[in-house]
């Protein structure tokens, strides 16, 4: 490309990189078993709670970390990392109007209005700010149609049989690595349960807020639908710039029971680490469903576009007969990034159903992984999976990789997969410009029409939010 | 280590080898289960010299022994193969050895690599140099009938503008191992047609690694596994273009009945210096039983821009809308199945070098079937 | 048409241009008036279409010498998408295709960056579609090639088809056509040239860039020039394309010579 178009363009600073000056508690470096039950206390938990996080601390000390992801990045050390911070505001406020103005204006700066006046309607939103919940709207709302949203932390409190029910079903203790740390360590997250019948009546929304910079931050979220639910949930989350890597470690659970369903997106913009490489996220996130119940459903849809390093799966294990698992993602790195990411469609019943539509993106000197599994059991007779997964190259120094592992038993289970790779090339750019479309609109316009099929399946206020978002992350990369 | 005594054949074959059977915990290794190998007698195969009665046609010279050396060095390196387990147990076991030049076009060749002719461990090395513009039609036909084990590692340079048609017909016996290493490097305008056919072997692993050295070449590869009993059929291949232009087209097809394993990784590599790289590849799976198995995993490596790479799998049971047209004509269901099953098998065998066809592959490969 | 007191829209002066390495132009020397049809006619290498790419600003082509003033206004310095804006429209001749991208959506998004710089309001989606129905019949299109992506799988007639369509959506003031007439029969050539000749108004002009005299039997060019080794050797009327299309091209390599 002519040197004037790549250096005219301003490359824009990651816009959520300012630090809020807060009063932040946190305890002393390091991992111990006196450290878990110390958040234990901190939070209050009944004893169960104390034990599901000793038995997982515990496992954890046995297991190693996974090395099999095409990622490299330098041995993280997990004593020099702070496993507890919350803003001094500990009790979680009656009325928004308590809750430190400083936290209310971090979110609104990040687009996320907290107050009434200026809330999204149609939208309730918890707020977490470095892993503890801070404010959630619309609860009143929400407990009329018996919706319970609360942070883990409320629910512990108000609703400990749910959580002890259904803590640690989808992905127990022992899962692996990251998950075991996490249940070990977890300081907050979201609880949605949508009682039977129900369709929840607005899309609830969780935004996370890593505030400060030493701190690992390991959100657990669990929702669970009864027979007959519904709900969509989306997730969001930024991070300031550091210039020293941060662990993000999360589990995410899912349930569904017999024809209800589960729609969990999420739009994912942590700060990538500089051009060079330097700092950024280290985001490693067990996510799982489990299609319990006959003709329930479980769709992940997922814009991937920061972190230094990213290694998540979200799963569905199809158990019930006729359930259906879709899992629809673009995935974008730049820079230096690394992602090793896909999915594991896991079908245990019968006529159950797969669908897999994988975008990755890849530009700067970036490593772009798609790992999937599709795995058909003996017992999944007339199951069916399709999966898509396409890769668009920026320039010639990012990779783009495809492992799919299919594995199948059930001669009456059909799978099929296709993947691709295209580009956007110079002419093709020319081309657009030369009709009077910019530089920075026409890369966009390739991307979106590349990503179209995923865009499809967001919600509609964020589907928008998603094209501006690759946009912006893509200035600078081509050319 | 636990301090059990290994079987006496894993103690053995670990030595040729200078290192430990492969485990699972090796990502190449994950889903195949070597046991079959330890069932081998232990001790070098006492048959006569498979190689010693071939009779080369007209335009093909044996090449010297130190300098066949070296190429075969220097042929396992440009496809990173010397530190592959099977080529190391080769190696270290003896193997028999054969090195052959090819100038120009030449007359088809077979060789017969029958281990029922004795026990214990075969191993065999071929090392095949095309000149610039020379042609070779090559049929490997592999046999076993009893509990032996064949370790071939096949090493072939194609200069610029030679074409080889490499065929690996290979039915073999319930008790019998076979482990094939390929390392095949091409020059720029050279064809390669691969094209195997395995069936009947208790442990079957094909590794075909293909290197285009300076891209612009054309691949094709044609490869079909039959398992069925107990038996386990592994492919393992890697194709890396280490320049512009080069061509693949590959196609991997299973069929899966009664207990049988069916392993199929394949590894296309794209580099940077690979611009206009055209890559496909096909892995088709059948599954004929509901206690057989398939695990396949085609991998891409890209990082050239400039490129068309694209794979497809499935895995699937025989069409039920095209067993019942047949039904409908008044073929009975047994029968439509194995004229279906014939269909879809010959897209792969009748690529096998003419010389196959009078050994009726099919039914070969068939035989023995419950 | 052509009239001596016509706004100047284009003029190229002493223009030198190379692409990599390679000098292709050699000093260029072109002025185009509102209402003209120009003919720029030479053999592959002469520089025709490193002229056109120039003009409409592509990356590869740096300019080493001369100018080019658009409307009074150096085009050189202007980004391709602000030369486009602005009235100057390149036809390719091998229009790229961009699989993704729905050619309904880009043909709005062009119109519109356009109408912005000429003070008009934006169409939205069901005005344009209005909008474009109509200048499908010019090139006689199927509506249904609004709904593929952008030139893909579209035959090489149509591709050239779609360029037209574009210039009517666009309304440029100086259009360049590179070789639209390579690669088209009879009945595609005549409905790209009708095109053009429906579009050819007193305050545009028109670039034919060409190898072959029949475009010119469809259009014709008020000037007639012929390229060679990077410059224009000779400028004339309609005449010397046909006497062109007579004797070929080979008195002009003598005159390079």
């Known amino acids: 490309m002519s040197t004037a178009t790549v250096s005219d363009l301003v490359s824009q600073p990651y816009k959520h990189g300012f630090v809020t000056d807060i009063e932040t508690e946190k305890i002393a470096k390091g991992l111990s078993e006196d450290v878990v039950r110390l958040i234990s206390s901190k939070k209050d938990e009944p004893e169960f709670l104390l034990r599901f996080r000793l038995r997982a601390y515990r496992q954890w000390l046995q297991m190693a970390e996974p090395d099999w992801a095409a990622l490299g990045h330098p041995r993280i050390d997990y004593q020099n990392i702070i496993y507890y911070a919350a803003p001094k505001q500990q009790e979680k406020k009656a009325s928004l109007d308590e809750v430190d103005p400083k936290l209310l204006e971090t979110f609104e700066k990040l687009g996320i209005p907290l107050s009434e006046q200026k809330r999204l309607s149609n939208v309730a939103v918890d707020a977490v700010f470095d892993s503890v919940s801070i404010a959630t709207t619309y609860r009143e709302k929400l407990a009329e149609h018996g919706v319970i949203f609360c942070s883990i932390s409320e629910a512990v409190k108000d609703h400990p049989e749910l959580v002890e029910k259904y803590l640690g079903s989808v992905v127990p203790g022992n899962d692996n690595y990251f998950a075991a740390l996490n249940s070990a360590v977890f300081s907050d997250g979201s609880f949605v349960f949508i009682p039977k019948g129900v369709e929840c009546p607005m899309e609830l929304s969780t935004y996370f807020r890593i505030n400060s910079a030493d701190t690992g931050q390991f959100e657990r979220t669990l929702i669970v639908a009864e027979e007959g639910a519904s709900v969509s949930y989306l997730e969001g989350c930024t991070a300031p710039m550091f210039d020293t890597n941060q662990l993000h470690a999360a589990v995410v659970e899912l349930v569904v029971l017999d024809d209800a369903s589960i729609k969990y997106s999420t739009v994912q913009n942590w700060y990538a680490g500089d051009e060079n490489g330097v700092g950024g996220i280290y985001n490693f996130v067990t996510k799982r469903g489990q299609c319990r119940g006959d003709r329930s459903r479980i769709s992940w849809t997922q814009v991937e576009t920061g972190s230094a390093i990213t290694w998540k799966y979200p799963s569905c294990v199809l158990q019930g007969a006729d359930s259906v698992g879709e899992f629809y993602s673009v995935a974008l790195t730049n820079n230096y990034q690394q992602a090793d990411t896909g999915t594991k469609m896991i079908h245990v019943g019968a006529r159950t159903r797969s669908t897999i539509v994988s975008k990755g993106i890849s530009a700067g000197h970036s490593s772009n992984s798609y790992r999937g599994l599709v795995q058909m059991g003996a017992k999944a007779i007339g199951a069916k999976n399709y999966s898509q997964c396409d890769s668009m190259l920026i320039g010639d120094q990012a990779a783009a990789n495809t492992y799919p592992y299919i594995r199948s038993q059930q001669p009456d289970a059909v799978v099929e997969h296709e993947a691709s790779t295209c580009r956007i090339s110079a002419d093709q750019l020319f081309y657009l410009q030369s009709r009077g479309i910019g530089f920075e609109e026409a890369v966009s316009m390739m991307v979106s029409g590349f990503c179209r099929d995923v865009f499809n399946q967001l919600p509609m206020e964020f589907a928008a939010e998603a094209d501006k978002l690759l946009a912006l992350k893509l200035e600078g990369s081509v050319g | ?370 | 048409m052509i009239r001596p007191d016509a706004p100047l829209l284009l003029e190229i002066r002493d223009l030198h241009a190379r692409v990599e390495d390679q000098p292709i132009l050699k000093g260029v020397n072109l002025s185009v008036r509102a209402g003209e049809i120009h003919a720029v006619m030479g053999r592959n290498g002469s520089g025709k279409s490193t002229l056109s790419k120039l003009l409409a600003g592509h990356p590869a082509y740096s300019v080493t010498g001369g100018s080019v003033l658009f409307r009074g206004q150096d085009l050189l310095e202007l980004q391709p998408e602000q030369r486009a804006r602005i009235g100057v429209f390149l036809g390719f001749q091998y229009p790229v295709e961009i699989p993704g991208v729905s050619n309904l959506e880009f043909l709005r998004v062009a119109t519109n960056a356009r109408r912005v710089e000429r003070g008009d309001e934006e169409l939205d989606t069901f005005a344009f579609e209005d909008l474009v129905r109509e200048r499908l019949k010019l090139v006689q299109m199927d509506p249904a090639f609004l709904e593929r992506s952008v030139n893909e799988g579209f035959s090489g007639g149509e591709k050239k088809r779609n360029e037209i369509l574009q210039m009517a959506l666009l309304e440029p003031l100086v259009a360049i056509l590179d070789e639209t007439d390579s690669g088209l029969d009879i009945d595609a050539l005549r409905i790209v040239a009708g095109g053009v000749c429906q579009l050819a108004g007193p305050d545009n002009a028109t670039l034919l860039i060409t190898h072959y005299q029949r475009l010119l039997d469809l259009i014709t060019p008020d000037y007639v020039h012929v390229m060679a080794a990077g410059r224009i050797l000779r400028t004339g009327g309609k005449e010397l394309a046909v006497e062109l299309e007579r004797s070929g091209y080979d008195w002009v390599d003598q005159e390079v010579a």
Not at chain 2, 263 to 289: D, I, M, W
Request: glycine share 8%.
């Open chain 2, 1 to 370: 280590m636990p301090a059990l005594a290994l079987p006496k054949t894993a103690a053995w074959l670990a030595e040729l080898a200078g290192e430990p059977l492969p485990g699972r915990r090796q990502e190449d290794w994950r889903f195949t289960d070597l046991a079959p190998l330890q069932a081998v007698a232990a001790e070098l195969w006492s048959g006569p010299d498979p190689f010693s009665q071939c009779s080369l046609p007209g335009g093909i010279s044996r090449i010297a022994p130190a300098q066949a050396q070296l190429l075969l060095d220097q042929g396992l390196q440009a496809t990173g193969s010397s530190a592959a387990w099977p080529v190391r147990l080769n190696r270290g076991a003896s193997p028999h050895f054969l090195a052959l030049r090819v100038s120009g076009s030449v007359e088809p060749l077979q060789l017969t690599f029958d281990a029922a002719a004795g026990q214990g461990l075969l191993a065999l090395q071929l090392l095949l140099v095309l000149e610039p513009g020379a042609s070779l039609e090559l049929l490997l036909h592999h046999g076993s009938r009893a509990a032996n084990a064949t370790s071939l590692v096949t090493v072939a340079q194609l200069g610029s503008g030679a074409k080889l048609n490499l065929g690996v017909l290979a039915p073999g016996d319930a008790r019998a191992s076979l482990l094939s290493h390929l390392a095949i490097s091409q020059a720029p305008a050279s064809e390669l047609q691969l094209t195997t056919a395995v069936g009947g072997w208790a442990l079957s692993r094909f590794e075909p690694r293909i290197c285009q050295s300076e891209g612009a070449a054309l691949s094709r590869l044609r490869a079909l596994q039959l398992v069925a009993g107990q038996e386990l059929a592994d492919t393992h291949s890697q194709v890396q273009f280490n320049g512009p232009d080069g061509q693949l087209d590959q196609l991997h097809k299973v069929v899966a009945d009664g207990a049988g394993r069916s392993v199929f990784n394949g590894a296309v590599r794209v580099p940077r210096s690979a611009q206009r790289t055209n890559a496909a590849q096909l892995s088709r799976s059948l599954l004929l039983s509901d206690r057989a198995r398939v695990d396949t995993k085609p991998e891409l490596e890209i990082v050239a821009d400039d490129v068309k790479c694209a794979h497809g799998a499935t895995v699937s049971r025989l069409q039920q809308n095209e067993l019942f047209y047949l039904q409908s004509r008044g073929i009975a269901a047994d029968q439509a199945s194995r004229l279906l099953l014939r269909g879809y098998c010959d897209e792969v065998l009748r690529e096998l070098p003419a010389a196959a066809a009078s050994a009726h592959p099919l039914q070969l490969l068939l035989r023995e079937r419950p």
